[in-house]
């Protein structure tokens, strides 16, 4: 009796971590027959950013309960450092992957140090100011990067705040063998793309175990007792504060390592990439999948991250069915006769479900 | 009528309190000194002196806002005292958070049930565990050893925590699924879980049966037995709280206007005045 949920969540989690690697055999054998179509293609690293960015808001949004608006942000820290981080050091690790690996990783520090420095003071009150700060965040850090100017020589690297608009990248003072990485409102141009579909598949896997594991120890225990309810959580002795803060900042430090991936895979980017739009997109990916749950959020990303591409044949009615599709799967889902259907499909779900 | 329970005798201790015999020479585990919060100019409790032994079932009464949950509050930091201190185990809880003042000993539950409603039971019970497991976050990730040994011994502890109600075949349902009185034992077992010295019981047996508080009396006296904790309960079934409190302290707007042993809170004329009203003089 007592082995039934243990056995149900971990067989959920072993179904989502299958689904994923399948998914990847799959999309490997075909774009190595050449059957996928150049823009899927270019698709496949996007999708796993995406992935791995809706699976990181869940943690903030479906198990913690906060409403993040600003999510994008860490994915735009994470990118842009990320970038620096793999251009500068070109001579320095000439194997790709590993310096793939290194920028993901800085990309995931920078992105928690601005988790902290946002969830900090934030995350001490109650009530929808995670919300509006994170929102206020995510612009901020759009207008920073967009004055940032960044170059790399022999000598190190070079930064300048360009915040009056008079500099420019020769305000560097580079050396000739130096390379401009980020340009302002130009944003990272020339960068070398060494973001593969291996990459993305592993960011994923990573980002499932992270998150599913956490959820399953006592920190992800906590961390759902304090959205459940705040006052019980502290009369049985969890420091709501610090709780609320791990899983802030780990989702903010995969968002990085999402947006430092997401960043090598384009030689050109700019920081109004990043802005509230993909922040509520990533929010739909989540509310889509379903709050807290971690395989809908997958599900959610692959097929609106395609969806759009795949409808360019609609041309102008495009997002019109974008639309409807959205519209109808919120029916779907909250459809209590169609629950009903499933639940016959589906027998014996019983209450002790806590998360799909 | 629910059987007769074992209770100590109560006698007097130097500072004035009263607690059973058997907890005399023992320290007391709370003793609350001139306690008091006002909120703005509303004193909602004043000068609450109380102390409770260490094994002691102590029973806090009074009519309809008297302030009984606000005592619990307090202790528990929900509120922070503006006046008095709170000693619980000799220890100055003074500006200490409600998790810590949890930490230090005292469990409660509440009136309205406050459960994390969307978890399993036993996720609800190990969840109050946290603070004793010790494994990091990151073995909890990569599922080192650490994390194996703790989770299963706490999946031992809260099994066994549930079968004090005999509780064990629900371990895998959602708790907001339970039904009423279910859910009100699971409260008491999460705040079991967390290891207290004082377990405050805030109106256990609302919304119950007769013979379902009849089991519950029963359940707190054997909680008490085994965990050899104290229990200081709210409760407005007088059957309930006569039957088994040792010591009872009645409110009434936020005075303690008596103290004593069950005979003679029943026989107390102040008493009987705050619960039924003046006698019409004439």
């Given at each position: ?5 243990i056995k149900r969540t971990t067989r959920t989690d072993f179904i989502t971590y299958l689904g994923v690697i399948v998914a990847f055999l799959i999309m490997m054998f075909l774009r190595d027959q050449g059957v996928l179509n150049r823009s899927l293609t270019g698709q496949l690293v996007p999708i796993c950013c995406y992935i791995s960015m809706a699976i990181s808001l869940n943690l903030t949004v479906g198990i913690l309960g906060e409403l993040s608006l600003g999510h994008a942000g860490f994915m735009s820290v994470g990118a842009f450092s990320g970038i ?273 | ?185 699971l409260e008491i077992i999460r705040a079991l879980a967390t290891n207290p010295s004082l377990l405050l019981l805030d109106e256990p047996a609302a919304g119950m049966n007769p013979s379902e508080t009849a089991e519950l009396m029963e359940n707190i006296v054997k909680i008490r037995d085994t965990f050899q904790i104290a229990v200081m309960l709210i409760e407005h ?46």
């Amino acid at each position: 009796m007592k082995k039934l949920t243990i056995k149900r969540t971990t067989r959920t989690d072993f179904i989502t971590y299958l689904g994923v690697i399948v998914a990847f055999l799959i999309m490997m054998f075909l774009r190595d027959q050449g059957v996928l179509n150049r823009s899927l293609t270019g698709q496949l690293v996007p999708i796993c950013c995406y992935i791995s960015m809706a699976i990181s808001l869940n943690l903030t949004v479906g198990i913690l309960g906060e409403l993040s608006l600003g999510h994008a942000g860490f994915m735009s820290v994470g990118a842009f450092s990320g970038i620096i981080t793999a251009m500068s050091l070109q001579s320095t690790i000439p194997y790709t992957p590993l310096r793939l690996a290194v920028a993901m990783v800085v990309g995931a520090i920078f992105a928690a140090i601005a988790g902290i420095i946002v969830g900090v003071p934030v995350l001490r009150l109650r009530g929808d100011y995670l919300a509006i700060v994170t929102l206020a965040f995510g612009e901020i850090i759009k207008d920073l990067i967009n004055c940032l100017l960044v170059g790399y020589d022999s000598n190190g690297l070079h930064m300048a705040l360009n915040l009056t608009g008079s500099k420019s990248i020769t305000d560097l003072n580079l050396q000739p063998d130096g390379i401009a990485i980020i340009k302002g409102a130009q944003g990272a141009t020339g960068t070398t793309t060494i973001a593969s579909f291996t990459a993305g598949f592993v960011l994923v896997m990573i980002t499932l175990v992270i998150v599913l594991n956490l959820v399953r120890s006592r920190t992800g225990r906590a961390v759902m007792a304090i959205r459940d309810n705040r006052i019980a959580a502290e009369s049985v002795g969890i420091n709501v504060t610090k709780y609320k803060l791990i899983a802030f900042v780990t989702s903010a430090a995969l968002a990085g390592a999402a947006g430092a991936l997401y960043g090598l895979n384009f030689s050109s980017l700019q920081a109004t990439k990043f802005n509230f739009n993909t922040s509520i997109l990533v929010l739909v990916f989540v509310v889509l999948g379903g709050l807290g749950n971690i395989w809908g959020s997958v599900i959610a990303a692959t097929v609106l991250t395609i969806l759009p591409e795949a409808l360019r044949g609609f041309d102008d009615y495009r997002m019109l069915i974008y639309a409807i599709v959205l519209i109808l799967v919120m029916l779907a889902t909250n459809n209590s006769q169609a629950k009903a259907l499933l639940g016959r499909i589906i027998p014996k779900r019983k209450g002790a479900e806590t998360n799909g | 009528m629910a059987k007769q329970f074992q209770r100590g005798k109560m006698v007097p201790v130097p500072s004035r309190a009263i607690v059973p015999e058997r907890d005399v020479d023992k320290s007391p585990i709370l003793e609350c000194r001139y306690l008091g919060i006002e909120f703005g100019g509303l004193k909602a409790v004043s000068d609450f002196n109380l102390t409770i032994g260490r094994t002691e079932i102590a029973g806090l009464i009074g009519p309809n806002g008297a302030g009984k949950t606000t005592v619990f509050n307090l202790l528990t930091k929900v509120y922070q005292p503006t006046h008095g201190t709170i000693l619980l185990d000799g220890r100055d809880t003074h500006g200490m958070t409600t998790a810590q003042v949890n930490r230090a000993g005292i469990a409660r539950t509440f009136q309205n049930i406050r459960l994390f409603s969307n978890m399993s039971v036993l996720e609800n019970i190990t969840v109050a565990m946290n603070s004793q497991m010790k494994y990091s976050m990151l073995s909890g990730i990569f599922r080192l050893p650490s994390f194996w040994k703790e989770e299963r011994v706490a999946k031992e502890r809260a099994l066994e925590l549930l079968s004090i109600f005999d509780m064990q075949h629900l371990a895998d349902h959602k708790a907001g699924s339970l039904p009423y009185g279910a859910q009100r034992r699971l409260e008491i077992i999460r705040a079991l879980a967390t290891n207290p010295s004082l377990l405050l019981l805030d109106e256990p047996a609302a919304g119950m049966n007769p013979s379902e508080t009849a089991e519950l009396m029963e359940n707190i006296v054997k909680i008490r037995d085994t965990f050899q904790i104290a229990v200081m309960l709210i409760e407005h079934d007088m059957n309930l709280v006569m039957n088994i409190c040792e010591g009872i302290c009645v409110l009434n707007f936020g005075q303690v206007i008596a103290k004593g042993t069950p005979e003679e809170i029943q026989s107390n004329p102040t008493v009987i005045e705050a619960y039924l009203g003046k006698k019409k003089e004439g």
